[in-house]
T-cell receptor, first 114, second 109 residues
Framework: DGGITQSPKYLFRKEGQNVTLSCEQN?????MYWYRQDPGQGLRLIYY???????QKGDIAEGYSVSREKKESFPLTVTSAQKNPTAFYLC?????????????FGSGTQLSVL | DAKTTQPNSMESNEEEPVHLPCNHS???????IHWYRQLPSQGPEYVIH???SNVNNRMASLAIAEDRKSSTLILHRATLRDAAVYYC??????????FGQGTRLTINP
């Protein structure tokens, strides 16, 4: 089945620790995205990538980093600089980043601070 | 970027039609309207999208006002599995889709 796989489903971070969330897609999509969702809120864009080896900051990039070395993979690192990392993180992809594209989402990673 | 207004919550009964409204009075003439829904503890999923005329697919129908300042997502016969948060999103490019708070739909058995 084609789709987006996020792992792990639950992740715990200790104070001062960096953690990396995995996102893999086998849809052959060029564009990939990371969103953060706080309880009862909508989604906020952290980073997006339209092509391999290129990515742009979204609305709330501070304290996060990404890489896009392969088309199918877009890992997100939550650094120790992110002081309030507890949230639900969603990865998405689309065929392109133009207008009228459908986004396909993974099932999310819940990150909590110990 | 176009702004949208949706009710925070709505409630309906199983097997009845549901009409979810969205106001997008500042939408530009070429922006599609997209609808996504998010089930509890899941990522959002695409429901339907349209530009000017009404659209139907196996999940729902989308009715767009003639002046394009509002639209209505129609679930013809709600089931318990339709309980979700529904997002109405003007299309400003894939990287600019804004998922606001949406409408939380509750379906009563």
């Amino acid at each position: 089945d084609g789709g987006i796989t996020q792992s792990p489903k639950y992740l715990f971070r200790k104070e001062g620790q960096n953690v990396t969330l995995s996102c893999e897609q086998n849809l052959n999509h060029d564009a990939m995205y990371w969103y953060r969702q706080d309880p009862g809120q909508g989604l906020r864009l952290i980073y997006y990538s339209q092509i391999v080896n290129d990515f742009q900051k979204g609305d709330i990039a501070e304290g996060y980093s990404v890489s896009r070395e392969k088309k199918e993979s877009f890992p997100l690192t939550v650094t120790s600089a992110q002081k309030n990392p507890t949230a639900f993180y969603l990865c998405a992809s689309s065929m392109g980043a133009a207008f009228n594209e459908k986004l396909f989402f993974g099932s999310g990673t819940q990150l909590s601070v110990l | 970027d176009a702004k949208t207004t949706q009710p925070n919550s709505m409630e309906s009964n199983e097997e009845e039609p549901v009409h979810l409204p969205c106001n997008h009075s500042t939408i530009s003439g070429t922006d599609y309207i997209h609808w996504y829904r998010q089930l509890p503890s899941q990522g959002p999923e695409y429901v339907i999208h349209g530009l000017t005329s009404n659209v139907n697919n196996r999940m729902a129908s989308l009715a767009i006002a003639e002046d394009r300042k509002s639209s209505t997502l129609i679930l013809h016969r709600a089931t318990l599995r339709d309980a979700a948060v529904y997002y109405c999103i003007p299309d400003g490019g894939a990287q600019k889709l804004v998922f606001g708070q949406g409408t939380r739909l509750t379906i009563n058995p």
